[in-house]
């Protein structure tokens, strides 16, 4: 029986980073140390962020890493049929409604929440006289949630701060981030969602999703994340480096010791065959989350030894 699954859901806008890399151990060591699953989805759904040659620059560095995965990598790109199944679902169950709403106008109404403008509801009951419905919405239908997050503890989330009603299939058709990765996970089997605390306010989005679906939770655990000189989250758009993939031992050691596995010299530089895995294995059975740092990773910690 598999304990637990979990994923690692990189955005290809390019090659892998300190960050995105950290992530990816993270919730590789997550399933692994508990004998469980580990799939592998390139959330490849907005074509335009996506950088040709990525997602195969990301596969080389996670391979080169030697964090595998288990069975054919997920494109999202090619889940519409499973979107759009989805989405027919939700309407036949009256959860969603057409909304004609631009972006201005809902900044328009005034009501400001905690990641922007918070939807007020204008096409809930149906669309304004001579309008056409332009994105869909899912129905906000219970506004509070709490979770118990692995790393974070005891949470409690407003979704009507948070925006309200949300849009899952976007005015220019593409399916939103939210509908897409609740489907995907669902059919995966994802029982644990690691990632990045920058996702957080994504919670109480993605469980309104799971309710609807009519599909137990899963468990989340988020982690703190890779922070550069400039104090602001390494992300491509802001031009973090692509990780080396020359010595992969000297680029896992420091990860690994930021990460809080004891026993790990961040300064840890080898050619030697084996010594990655010998280093994964040490970590997987070592792994705690509660050894995470509490605040973010600086990038300066990650550097391998000789870089
Ligand atoms: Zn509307």
Redesign the pocket.
């Known amino acids: 029986m598999t304990a637990c699954t979990g994923r690692f859901a990189p955005t290809p806008s390019g090659p892998l980073h300190a960050g995105s890399l950290t992530a990816a151990v993270i919730s590789w060591l997550d399933a692994r140390s508990r004998q469980g699953r580990w799939h592998l989805r390139i959330d490849d759904i907005d074509r335009p962020r996506t950088v040709p040659g990525a997602p195969d620059e990301i596969l080389r560095t996670l391979d080169a890493c030697g964090l595998g995965w288990d069975g054919a990598v997920v494109f999202q790109s090619e889940r519409e049929p499973a979107y759009r199944e989805a989405l027919a679902r939700l309407e036949a169950g009256g959860r969603v409604f057409a909304?004609?709403?631009s972006r201005q106008e809902v900044a328009a109404a005034g009501l400001m929440g905690l990641e922007g403008p918070i939807y007020p509801g204008?096409?809930r009951e149906g669309l304004p006289p001579g309008r056409e419905g332009r994105s869909i919405r899912l129905r906000a239908d219970q506004r509070h949630w709490t979770i118990t997050d692995r790393h974070l503890g005891a949470l409690g989330f407003d979704l009507h701060r948070l925006g309200g009603d949300f849009v899952i299939r976007r005015a220019d058709g593409v399916f939103a981030y939210q509908l897409a990765t609740v489907v995907d996970d669902i059919d995966l089997g994802v029982t644990d969602v690691v990632r990045g605390i920058d996702l957080l306010g994504s919670v109480p989005r993605q469980l309104q999703l799971y309710r609807a679906f009519g599909h137990p939770e899963p468990r989340y655990l988020h982690h703190p994340v890779v922070i550069a000189d400039s104090g602001r989250k390494l992300a491509k758009s802001s031009g973090a480096a692509p990780v080396p993939r020359r010595r992969p031992a000297a680029l896992l050691a420091p990860i690994l010791a930021a990460i809080g596995i004891p026993g790990v010299d961040p300064g840890f530089a080898t050619a030697a065959p084996g010594a990655v895995d010998d280093l994964l294995e040490h970590a997987r059975r070592q792994w705690d989350p509660e050894r995470l740092p509490s605040g973010p990773i600086p990038e300066a910690a990650l550097r391998p030894a000789g870089a």
């Open positions: 909304c004609a709403c204008t096409c």
